[in-house]
Structure formats: C-alpha cells, structure tokens
Antibody, heavy 118, light 110 residues
Framework: QITLKESGPTLVKPTQTLTLTCSFS??????????VGWIRQPPGKALEWLAV???????RYSPSLKNRLTITQDTSKNQVVLTMTNMDPVDTATYFC??????????WGQGALVSVSS | QSALTQPASMSGSPGRSITISCTGA?????????VSWYQQHPGKAPKLMIY???NRPSGVSNRFSGSKSGNTASLTISGLQVEDEGDYYC??????????FGGGTKLTVL
C-alpha cells in the first residue's frame, strides 16, 4: 500500500522560510521513473504545481516560483523535503505531496495547511 | 506557464452525461499525451481518475472517460451519480519539463 504524508509548521510569519517534509511508504524513490512532487491549493482556489524530484535526483520547479523553492530527497529515510523562502500571506495554502508514476500523480498525501501571518 | 482553461462550473442530472473541457497550448496539452484528470471532494486530496489522456486507473468506474483533440482535452462522465459531485482538475506535462493544472471545474449533480 502506497502512502504519503506531509508534515511541517501550520503557521509561519511573512519573510520566513517554510520547510515541509513528505514521508512516504510502499514505493522506492530509487525506482526508475518514479518521482515525488509538491502541489499546493490556496483556500477555495485551484491546484498549483510547485516542484518534483525524480529517482535520478533530477529536479524541476515551477517557473514562477523557481527562485524560492528547493526540493531534496533522502532515499534512506523515504522522505522528500520542500523549502520555500520569503513566505507571504498569498502563500497560505494546503500543500500536497504526491507520487509521480510515469507522467501522472497517482497517489497523494492528505495535505498540510500552512498559514502565513504575522 | 499559464493554467489550463476549464469551465468554472457545470451541472448535470443523474443518469445523464457531461463533458468537461480543458484547453491548453501546443506546448502542453497539444504536445504530449500526458493529460490527467483528478477528482477532489471538499477537504480531501485529489484522486487520479484518468491518466495519459484516456486511461483509467484500477478501481475507477468506466463511466469516466478521457480524450484529446489538438490543444483541448476532455473528460466525459456518463450515467452521472450524486457521488460524482466535486471539483475536477486537468493537468498536463509541458515542454518546459514541468506540469500545469487547470483552474478546476465544480460539478453539481442535481
């Protein structure tokens, strides 16, 4: 059974850096073709793709957020970490991590709501 | 990259069919057969309903089908059921090696 779970702070202050961890089980990020991505969803709004890391450590980022995002993997811990710098209230959202299988996100975590407020 | 264009809302009667469109560009929907559709119920994570334009994951009802023509992909739900209500999002791989989602369609079954 494949599971993913996001963890991190529920509240951050403007200008701070957000660090989110995706802990997963049931698959290996060392398997060819596999990736783990991050997608966010502001309250009442649409999904927005953020970043992905592949089994070979290739990383891709949303062009609009590229300068603020870093994605890393720790295959020994079955974790993927996303950091986002210079947080702003508009970054308030539920952040999901998801398993990339071929070219679709087949399994999702439950999501983690992050609020940005002073 | 711009979000894919979906109708904001659609409605249908139980038992009828409905088709949700997803319009992109020649650099995403039109370039790859990597269009996916996701269903999301309130407070829940998205669920993959269609992948690679027209393929259903195991466990997804065959009432859901997908297709693509040019820069526009479509999701058709036949035999609408109350439990089909929710938000639907399309997604596509892009020529920048990234992904883009649609703005979402709120489906009401009434």
């Amino acid at each position: 059974q494949i599971t993913l779970k996001e963890s991190g702070p529920t509240l951050v202050k403007p200008t701070q850096t957000l660090t989110l961890t995706c802990s997963f089980s049931g698959f290996s990020l060392s398997s060819t073709g596999v990736g783990v991505g991050w997608i966010r969803q502001p309250p009442g709004k649409a999904l927005e793709w953020l970043a992905v890391v592949y089994w070979d450590d290739t990383k891709r980022y949303s062009p609009s957020l590229k300068n603020r995002l870093t994605i890393t993997q720790d295959t020994s811990k079955n974790q993927v970490v996303l950091t986002m710098t210079n947080m702003d209230p508009v970054d308030t959202a539920t952040y999901f991590c998801a398993r990339l299988s071929s070219e679709d996100y087949s399994n999702w975590g439950q999501g983690a709501l992050v609020s940005v407020s002073s | 990259q711009s979000a894919l264009t979906q109708p904001a809302s659609m409605s249908g009667s139980p038992g009828r069919s409905i088709t949700i469109s997803c319009t992109g560009a020649s650099s995403d929907v039109g370039a790859y057969n990597y269009v996916s559709w996701y269903q999301q119920h309130p407070g829940k994570a998205p669920k993959l309903m269609i992948y690679a334009v027209s393929n259903r994951p195991s466990g997804v009802s065959n009432r859901f089908s997908g297709s693509k023509s040019g820069n526009t992909a479509s999701l058709t739900i036949s035999g609408l059921q109350v439990e089909d209500e929710g938000d639907y999002y399309c997604s596509s791989y892009t020529s920048s090696n990234t992904w883009v989602f649609g703005g979402g369609t709120k489906l009401t079954v009434l």
